[in-house]
């Protein structure tokens, strides 16, 4: 069994490429249609993983097959709903109100779990969770309860809702990935499943006329799309399992909130935004509740 510790950093490393995805996923969702986007991104990363891991896949086979709809349905949800849903929410709605959307997954995911798999709730854990939730708010609110009143609700919520439900779902049923799969098997196998179900979707925005903002974009633009296909794309995935399967899925739900506060800081040291207290607060709020969440209770 591998040491929770590997698990933890597994997650933090796919909430910390998340964060940029969500940074530049904003910035490049207003040039880049969520349909051509999401296959731009998901296209290569599959033709990546297929070049990697190919002969790793033919050992596996009869696991794929037997578990087909376990792939098909993470590969639904993980590859083209939460990433599509969240791209075609942010055309609309603010990335403050997205951002509390995804805050409220690990909550979302214990209560999965509780209905599905009957996993008890944890008052500590749940608690926890609400600590994390307080110090995304606190964050995204910048400080301020009056930024609250700006929150405004149009169909770019709508969707953005749809994503966090779509990522809270994938988290509690990865949990049934069969241990004899190697993750990146597993993953390769999902993308790629994921990436042959949206295809027709894509091509049916290339029918549309939708594909020629390729040849508008700029060098820093493509330079964004290449960091989504391998980060966000890639190596969150196969970092994200790999701590789900360790530590498992409600404990591994809870670093979903730990993608804002990383959001946060890459746009402080990469796009030069000043830092304020607020910053030095929330993360103090989401970093307590990520370790009650996670803390080892010992038996007396």
């Known amino acids: 069994m591998p040491s929770p510790l590997y698990g933890y ?22 040039d880049i249609p969520p349909i051509i ?18 002969r790793r896949l033919k050992p596996s086979l ?6 087909w709809l376990l792939l098909t349905a993470l590969g639904i949800l993980g590859i083209i709903f939460f990433p599509v849903f969240l791209y075609q929410g942010l055309l609309t709605t603010t990335a403050l109100n997205a951002s509390i959307y995804l805050a409220a997954v690990p909550m979302a995911t214990l209560l999965i779990n509780h209905l599905i798999f009957r996993d008890p709730i944890q008052p500590r854990m749940l608690f926890g969770a609400m600590l994390s939730f307080v110090g995304v ?9 009056s930024n609250i009143l700006h929150v405004n609700i149009n169909n770019g919520d709508i969707w953005a809702i749809g994503s966090a439900l779509s990522w ?16 990146s098997v597993f ?61 498992g899925s409600a404990k591994g739900a809870s670093f979903t909130n730990a993608v804002p506060l990383f959001a946060a800081l890459l746009s402080i040291l990469i796009l030069r935004e000043p830092i304020h207290v607020y910053h030095l607060i929330s993360s103090i709020l ?11 209770v010992r038996s007396s």
């Open 9 to 30: 950093l597994g997650l933090l490393f796919a909430a910390l490429f998340w964060g940029g995805n969500f940074m530049f996923g904003k910035i490049i969702s207003a």
């Open 37 to 54: 986007l999401n296959f731009s991104r998901w296209f290569p990363a599959a033709i990546i993983l297929l070049l990697l891991f190919h």
């Open 62 to 67: 009869g696991l794929i097959r037997r578990y």
């Open 137 to 145: 708010l606190y964050l995204l609110i910048q400080g301020d309860p």
């Open 168 to 183: 809270a779902v994938y988290c509690s049923i990865v949990r049934l990935k069969p241990s004899q799969l190697p993750n």
């Open 187 to 247: 993953v390769t196998a999902l993308v790629a499943i994921g990436v042959l179900l949206f295809t027709p979707v894509y091509l049916y925005a290339v029918i549309q006329g939708e594909s020629a903002v390729y040849a508008e974009l700029s060098a820093n633009q493509w330079w964004i799309v290449l960091y989504l296909i391998v980060f966000p794309s890639i190596l969150s995935y196969v970092f994200w399992n790999y701590g789900i399967g360790v530590v």
């Open 286 to 296: 989401i970093i307590s509740g990520l370790v009650l969440c996670n803390r080892k």
